[in-house]
Structure formats: structure tokens, C-alpha cells
């Protein structure tokens, strides 16, 4: 059963920058296409970037020129770089990998990221 545990999240002013981590328990991580999602207190789960096997990305269009995701298949690891944070980028951050032998893909615990002053 493969792990994923993210870090890197904390409390940032407005215009700050976190750089958060996923990484995985199982070499076969990097084989797959790896997700970050964000849920703001009462609402709900979005998907914030994506990158592909290859390293392809994408990303939610209010991230879009803010944010980066990079993975480093070396250390089992997908990074997603935020710059110029906001207060509505506050949220618990996750990763997730999806698997054709897991559909509802795997998840870590979650990441705490707070924008304030």
C-alpha cells in the first residue's frame, strides 16, 4: 500500500511564498500522473494542479502564473511551488495519484496552509 505524506505547509503573510512536498512510499509514484488538491473550510475539494508521468502540468486557472508543480523522480517527490499567496489560497492542501488498480487513487493526510497577516 503506497503512502503519500505532504509538508511544507504553515502560516504566510499575503504575497508570500510556501513550497510544499508530496512524497511517496513506492517508486511506482513516478509513474503516474500526481494531483494537488485544496478544501477551504466549508467548501469543497478542488483540484488545484496536475503533472503528468512525463512531466506535463496543469493548473487551476486562479493558480495559473502563481503557482508551479515539479517532481523529482530521484526522491519519489512532487513539489508545488505558491508564490504571491493570496487569503483565498488558504486550505488544507492534499496529493493524490491515481491508479488503474485504485480508483479512488491514493491520498495523503493533508497539508495546513494559511494566507493572513
Known amino acids: 500500500q503506497m503512502q503519500l505524506v505532504e509538508s511544507g505547509g504553515g502560516l504566510v503573510q499575503p504575497g508570500g511564498s510556501l513550497r510544499l512536498s508530496c512524497v511517496a512510499s513506492?517508486?511506482?509514484?513516478?509513474?503516474?500522473?500526481v494531483f494537488w488538491y485544496r478544501q477551504a473550510q466549508g467548501r469543497q475539494r478542488e483540484e488545484v494542479a496536475s503533472i503528468t508521468s512525463l512531466g506535463y502540468s496543469n493548473y487551476a486557472e486562479d493558480v495559473k502564473g502563481r503557482f508551479t508543480i515539479s517532481r523529482d523522480n530521484a526522491k519519489n517527490t512532487v513539489y508545488l511551488q505558491m508564490n504571491s499567496l493570496k487569503p483565498e489560497d488558504t486550505a488544507v492542501y492534499l496529493c493524490?495519484?491515481?491508479?488503474?488498480?485504485?480508483?479512488?487513487?491514493?491520498w495523503g493526510q493533508g497539508t495546513q496552509v494559511t494566507v493572513s497577516f
Open positions: 493524490n495519484t491515481k491508479a488503474p488498480w485504485k480508483p479512488n487513487g491514493y
Open positions: 513506492d517508486t511506482i509514484f513516478n509513474t503516474l500522473n
